[in-house]
């Protein structure tokens, strides 16, 4: 079984990942959506919100689990068996960022990245900017899933 980490903080989940994890399901036979937890960021929405933004646009397709977790992303890749770590890339500094990421996960283990880019139509989109727009009530519905929502 072919089995892909794509992990993040998915501080929302937006069309760019969902995107990434569509496109995923159709290289690997499971695609695992890892959210990171560092108790030093401060998060937008809570563990439990974007998890559940997760699973509910992937709810109709089995080749998608949604997990957390702590510690070295290599690490959790052996933990549950992956063999392929998944990343979008939306523009050249995401290259040279995820590059040397990729490389020192290299070095760690025998883990492999592999790297969609990401589509024309969602490339521009990153959690920050939605998160930006939510602050400044903008309409940031077209920016990610319809499980997305914020509460009034």
Not at 64 to 74: A, F, H, I, M, S
Not at 102 to 116: C, G, K, P
Not at 121 to 135: K, L, N, P
């Amino acid at each position: 079984m072919k089995r892909a980490l794509f992990p993040g903080s998915f501080d929302p989940l937006t069309l760019g990942h969902v995107d990434i994890i569509t496109r995923g399901v159709t290289l690997f036979d499971e695609v695992i959506v890892a959210i990171g937890v560092n108790a030093d960021k401060k998060y937008m929405f809570s563990l439990d919100d974007r998890k559940r933004f997760i699973e509910e646009t992937f709810k109709d397709e089995p080749k998608v689990k949604v997990v957390t977790y702590k510690g070295l992303t290599v690490d959790f890749c052996h933990e549950i068996g992956a063999e392929f770590i998944l990343r979008g890339l939306r523009n050249p500094a995401d290259f040279e960022f995820e590059k040397a990421i990729a490389h020192t996960n290299r070095h760690l283990s025998t883990i492999e990245t592999v790297f969609l880019l990401t589509a024309a139509r969602t490339s521009f989109i990153a959690s920050s900017i939605v998160r930006d727009v939510i602050r400044n009530n903008g309409d940031y519905t077209k920016l990610v899933p319809d499980s997305v929502r914020v509460k009034p």
